[in-house]
């Protein structure tokens, strides 16, 4: 899996962190694992074509030690399908920018 990772989290980080994923993205049933839509303007040809597909999403799973941002990008309807793909540029850009600014929001020492 393409991951993007900030790791030597600090544990002061975790709960930070926790608490900017739960305002800025959709909790899931499991423990610190969190769904980030990608904007619709981002979607890829064949995205924007599957539209019993959409929404798009990206997961980012929160641990103690550190955060994971997939660039996978998913569909919560289906499992399979040749529209869940690895991000575009712009959508890697997308999710790099969502990690970025949550590190600059909260200004994390890493």
């Known amino acids: 899996m393409k991951q993007y990772v900030i790791d030597q989290l600090r544990g002061s980080?975790?709960?930070r962190i926790r608490g900017f994923?739960?305002?800025?993205s959709e909790s899931t049933a499991m423990e610190g694992l969190?769904?980030?839509?990608?904007p619709e303007e981002l979607y890829a040809g064949v995205q924007k074509e599957h539209g019993s597909c959409r929404p798009?999403?990206?997961?980012?799973?929160?641990?103690?030690?550190?955060?994971?941002?997939e660039l996978l990008?998913?569909?919560r309807q289906v499992l399979r399908c040749s529209c869940i793909a690895y991000a575009t540029p712009a959508q890697r850009e997308f999710i790099i920018g969502f990690?970025?600014?949550m590190v600059r929001s909260l200004e994390l020492k890493i």
């Not at 798009?56 to 941002?69: H, M, W």
């Open 56 to 69: 798009f999403y990206f997961a980012v799973n929160l641990s103690r030690e550190q955060v994971d941002f």
């Open 99 to 101: 990690a970025d600014g």
């Open 73 to 75: 990008v998913r569909s």
């Open 21 to 24: 994923l739960e305002g800025h």
């Open 34 to 38: 969190y769904w980030v839509e990608v």
């Open 13 to 15: 980080d975790y709960e």
